[in-house]
T-cell receptor, first 116, second 113 residues
């Protein structure tokens, strides 16, 4: 298994500001994932973060808006830049253990962001 | 594109009665299948997973799911609902290539006293 800690757990931010979310895993993992969960919605993958390389972004997400760092095998950050009320969501960090078709995802408890 | 369907956005049951949450997926290959639960203000927790072993999978908290290849379904069941089961449930499919995990839209389970 994997234990994932996210900070902050929740925040209220002003329009136009930026917020960085931290994700710490209790073991080394190759790939870390960042998801967004808009109110009442399912999860949407923002990007995949590999240590030592640029993050890979999904369609509709760009690096300028959601820069990601992955400095080592247990840590990653996601920044939500120049926020607007539409960015109000839960942002979830996830890792995959046992890479391959039988692997499962483990999630942090999420960072609940409200933009005013 | 591969897709996951959860036909019911909301299911409401009385405490002590059976639970059925439905999941169907589009099929090109044999996938791995997962059910996750999300309680209010919490992250997602794995309930159970199917990875091509027994078609009837038992998970935590009395939940189980049956993989039916002919129906491309992986419905989640529990014989007797408990108040603590009230949560959002996500069916997730991993086809094992590309960006693996595809999430269903979720089903909100309400349990009435």
């Amino acid at each position: 298994s994997a234990v994932i800690s996210q900070k902050p757990s929740r925040d209220i931010c002003q329009r136009g500001t930026s917020l960085t979310i931290q994700c710490q895993v209790d073991s080394q993992v190759t790939m870390m994932f960042w998801y967004r969960q808009q109110p009442g919605q399912s999860l949407t993958l923002i990007a995949t973060a590999n240590q030592g390389s640029e993050a890979t972004y999904e369609s509709g997400f760009v690096i300028d808006k959601f820069p990601i760092s992955r400095p080592n095998l247990t840590f990653s950050t996601l920044t939500v830049s120049n926020m607007s009320p539409e960015d109000s969501s839960i942002y979830l960090c996830s890792v995959e253990k046992d890479r391959g078709p039988t692997g499962e995802l483990f999630f942090g408890e999420g960072s609940r962001l409200t933009v005013l | 594109a591969q897709s996951v369907t959860q036909l019911d956005s909301h299911v409401s049951v009385s405490e002590g009665t059976p639970v059925l949450l439905r999941c169907n997926y589009s099929s090109s290959y044999s996938p791995s299948l997962f059910w996750y639960v999300q309680h209010p203000n919490k992250g997602l927790q794995l309930l159970l997973k199917y990875t091509s072993a027994a078609t009837l999978v038992k998970g935590i908290n009395g939940f189980e799911a049956e993989f039916k290849k002919s129906e491309t379904s992986f419905h989640l069941t529990k014989p007797s609902a408990h108040m603590s089961d009230a949560a959002e449930y996500f069916c997730v499919v991993n086809w094992g290539y590309g960006q693996n995990f595809v999430f269903g839209p979720g089903t909100r389970l309400s349990v009435l006293p």
